[in-house]
């Protein structure tokens, strides 16, 4: 539309607030800068302030409480901000079709295939906020996915709410992940393809088969838990059974041996005693996922679970995290270790505190340096230093790769491939 972005807010004619509530930390960052910006707009009331996402709600009360945000546009409105953007700029923009999402760099792309969830999980205020699953059509996904390759990106990300459901909402017979995951594998350019975030209701056959048979999609999976109680997880509105779940991860890494798996997991859900928590803590001890990304309960106004006594304090529900962020920390350093002294290869994406970082394919960050311009490059690095967060390495002479698809790893998933379709 014309405009260029600045890193400074003093400076912005137009400032757009992208906000997040699935936690009331999240809402308190929201509050604090939307205060924070009360003072620019008295100095500089020209400058157009637009807040966006799951924080708008009712807008008239948004309204009284912020006064000074010009407007409050709901999740995904993309339409709303253009016409608003177009509404207050001096001239009116030349229009100009950009693709759906965002960079993580210039390397990698963001790209959202549906929005909204159509499960019911007590705790959870997205569904409220974003509202039913809408699965995107097939031809605006991959018209995306090519604009993205066009600008140089060589990995693309799809993301959902529930990204496994996807197709779900539309006729009968419309493409479902599996059939996403296929189509976007066609784009010579483009190296990787990652999604994320899966549901363990929905992860189904025909996506695994899909994992395994094409070389460009990574074998990692966001597979949240959430808690490792039968009662919990009734309460939580998941609709699975630990055992249920244990067994998914079993299918998982007896297919894709060589697959990553991360979860999410809440501690101190309403009437989470101390059996119930200690049954979470065994279960990511006997697990030992790639990653696991804990928070705390916390209530979130109109969910099911609000109405439920906060039983838990928080001083108790801050010990429960301690506890499993020490134990995944040992669980991920012992991982990682076993990475001493071998390779990997991960697509570097940008420089970081003078090193370059890139990803493997099971999402681990890796650092190196070295000279030259190495944004882009598939590179091969023989791992030296392994901490719980991070990887650091030396590149391999010569390891530099013109194509996405690693050999090694491409013989082994058409083997694999080839031993599911005998099965």
């Known amino acids: 539309m014309g405009l260029s972005s600045t890193v400074d807010a003093q400076q912005a004619d137009l400032l757009i607030l992208i906000t997040c509530v699935v936690r009331q930390s999240a809402e308190d960052k929201v509050v604090g800068r939307l205060t924070s910006l009360k003072h620019l707009k008295q100095h500089r009331p020209e400058a157009i302030i637009i807040v966006m996402g799951c924080f708008v709600a009712d807008v008239p009360a948004l309204q009284h409480r ?4 010009d407007a409050f546009l709901g999740p995904s409105d993309l339409q709303g901000l253009f016409d608003l953007a177009a509404q207050h700029m001096r001239q009116p923009p030349s229009a100009q079709k950009r693709p759906v999402g965002t960079e993580r760099s210039a390397i990698s792309a963001l790209v959202p295939i549906s929005y909204g ?3 019911h999980c007590t705790y959870c205020i997205v ?3 974003r509202g039913s699953q809408q699965s995107r059509l097939l ?3 991959l018209s995306d996915v090519a604009s993205w390759v066009q600008r140089g990106a060589r990995e693309v990300t799809l993301l959902g709410q529930n990204v496994d459901a996807y197709g779900q909402d539309l006729p009968a017979g419309s493409p479902d992940l599996a059939h996403v995951l296929h189509a976007v594998h066609r784009f010579d350019e483009l190296w ?4 994320l975030t899966s549901h363990p209701g929905n992860l189904s056959d025909r996506l695994i088969q899909a994992v395994a048979q094409l070389p460009k999609v990574c074998s990692h999976f966001e597979l949240p838990v959430q808690s490792g109680d039968d009662d919990i997880l009734r309460r939580m509105g998941r609709r699975y059974t630990v055992q249920q779940y244990r067994d998914l991860v079993a299918c998982l890494r007896q297919r894709l041996p060589d697959c990553s798996i991360a979860t999410d997991v809440i501690v101190g859900f309403p009437g989470e005693d101390e059996s119930q928590f200690q049954a979470t803590y065994n279960l990511l001890s006997s697990l030992r996922f790639d990653a696991v990304h804990i928070a705390k309960y916390s209530p979130r106004p109109e969910t099911p679970a609000a109405v439920l006594t906060d039983s838990v304090p928080a ?8 506890l499993l962020e020490e134990l995944q920390t040992h669980i991920v350093m012992a991982n990682n270790t076993t990475l001493l002294g071998k390779t990997v290869k991960i697509l570097v994406e940008d420089r970081h505190r003078g090193r370059w970082r890139g990803r493997t394919v099971t999402n681990k960050h890796v650092f190196f340096e070295h000279g030259g311009d190495w944004q882009g490059q598939l590179a091969t690095v023989r791992i030296t230093w392994a901490g719980p967060w991070s990887l650091r390495g030396e590149p391999v002479e010569n390891s530099r790769a013109p194509t996405g698809t690693n050999k090694d790893e491409t013989t082994s998933k058409e083997s694999l491939a080839e031993g599911l379709q005998d099965s």
Do not use: G
């Open 66 to 69: 912020f006064p000074y945000v």
């Open 315 to 322: 001083a108790e529900k801050e010990r429960r995290r301690a």
């Open 192 to 195: 990787r393809i990652r999604f």
């Open 127 to 129: 569904r409220l906020r």
């Open 117 to 119: 969830c159509d499960h």
């Open 139 to 141: 031809p605006e996904i």
